[in-house]
Structure formats: structure tokens, C-alpha cells
């Protein structure tokens, strides 16, 4: 079963950045991949996908200040993909997921990120 392992999150100050990654057990090549995040009392929505060929499409109000990225080499035991975040807002403040775009794995546990001064 592959397991999904969030980190980097922390707390930053409105206008700070923070890089997340995310590992997966096993090997991400030819899987399309994305960020969620969930705040307090809302729903998870999607932030960032990636595609195999590392084509992105971005959550509307990120645009220009997220990237997400990824390892893309074929024969890696292990997958990674990346989310870059610069000038956060509070209102960004979540839990932040990765998993595979097509079809949920199961969930990891998140990296909590929190946007406050």
C-alpha cells in the first residue's frame, strides 16, 4: 500500500514562504500527482496538480505564487513532489496534502501550515 508522508510546514508570517514535500513509497512515473489543503471547518480543495510530463494547473488565488514540481525519474524506488508557497496569506492557513490527482491513495497525515503574524 503506498504511504504518503507530508513535510516542511510550520509557522510563517504573512508574505513568508515555506517549501512542502511530500514523499510517497513507491514510484510516482507516469502518475499524475497534487496538493490539497484543508482549513478549519471547510472542505479539502485542490491547490496544485502536476502531470506526468510536469504540466501544471493551479488553484486560481495561487497562481503566480505556488509551484509545484516533482522527481520524475523513472526508475526511483521512492516519488517526491514539491510545493513551493511564496507570499502566504492567512487565510492559506491549513492542512496541506499530497496525493495522486487520478486516483486518491489513502490520505497521509499533512503538514500543517500556519500563516499568522
Known amino acids: 500500500q503506498v504511504q504518503l508522508v507530508e513535510s516542511g510546514g510550520g509557522l510563517v508570517q504573512p508574505g513568508g514562504s515555506l517549501r512542502l514535500s511530500c514523499t510517497i513509497s513507491?514510484?510516482?512515473?507516469?502518475?499524475?500527482m497534487a496538493w490539497y489543503r484543508q482549513a478549519p471547518g471547510k472542505q479539502r480543495e485542490l491547490v496544485a496538480r502536476?502531470?506526468?510530463?510536469?504540466?501544471?494547473?493551479?488553484?486560481?488565488s495561487v497562481k503566480g505564487r505556488f509551484t509545484i514540481s516533482r522527481d520524475n525519474v523513472k526508475d526511483n524506488v521512492k516519488g517526491a513532489v514539491y510545493l513551493q508557497m511564496d507570499s502566504l496569506k492567512p487565510e492559506e492557513t491549513a492542512v496541506y496534502y499530497c496525493?495522486?490527482?487520478?486516483?486518491?491513495?489513502?490520505w497521509g497525515q499533512g503538514t500543517q501550515v500556519t500563516v499568522s503574524s
Open positions: 496525493n495522486n490527482y487520478t486516483s486518491s491513495w489513502s
Open positions: 502536476i502531470t506526468t510530463g510536469s504540466s501544471t494547473n493551479d488553484l486560481d
Open positions: 513507491g514510484t510516482i512515473f507516469g502518475i499524475n
